[in-house]
């Protein structure tokens, strides 16, 4: 029984281990405007973390001034493993919306689930590009 009880534990770190998003500070310089949700960011440095107690649900990002925004995350996985921090936006024309973080390392991020209202009437518009910036 008690051999028992220590591989059920084992089996539940590890699969807490496996679907882990991000758990540290990521610093980011972002070097153009970005939208979070409904939140209009301006070119800067930023720190994004999860809210703690939030689940891996909640991450706030905060600027160099102080001022943060909450915002919703669920679990998702890259393609790879980022040798760097990477942030992920999706641009149409001249917009670009956050939509992804992965943590230096680890393929499992966090992928952005705040609903862009502006997003939708942009898709209308034109196709989005993807792409992904690497944060030393």
């Known amino acids: 029984?008690?051999?028992h009880l220590k591989a059920t534990g084992l089996i539940l770190v590890s699969a807490f281990f496996l679907n882990a998003q991000i758990v540290n500070r990521i610093e980011?310089?972002?070097n153009h405007s970005f939208l979070i949700g409904n939140h209009t960011l301006p070119a800067g440095q930023y720190?994004?973390?999860m809210v703690p107690s939030s689940d891996l649900a909640l991450?706030?990002?905060t600027d160099q001034s102080g001022k943060?925004?909450?915002f919703r995350v669920?679990?998702?996985t890259a393609n790879h493993s980022p040798r760097h921090s990477e942030l992920?936006?999706?641009k149409y024309g001249d917009t670009e919306i956050l939509v992804k973080i992965f943590e230096k390392g680890l393929p499992d991020g966090s992928e952005v689930i705040e609903t862009n209202k502006q997003e939708a009437s942009l898709a209308?518009?034109?196709r989005a590009i993807e792409h992904s910036e690497e944060q030393k």
């Open 88 to 90: 992920v936006f999706r």
């Open 74 to 76: 669920h679990a998702t």
């Open 1 to 3: 029984m008690k051999h």
């Open 59 to 61: 991450m706030t990002v």
């Open 124 to 126: 209308k518009q034109g």
């Open 28 to 30: 980011a310089n972002v």
């Open 47 to 49: 720190t994004f973390r």
């Open 68 to 70: 943060s925004i909450e």
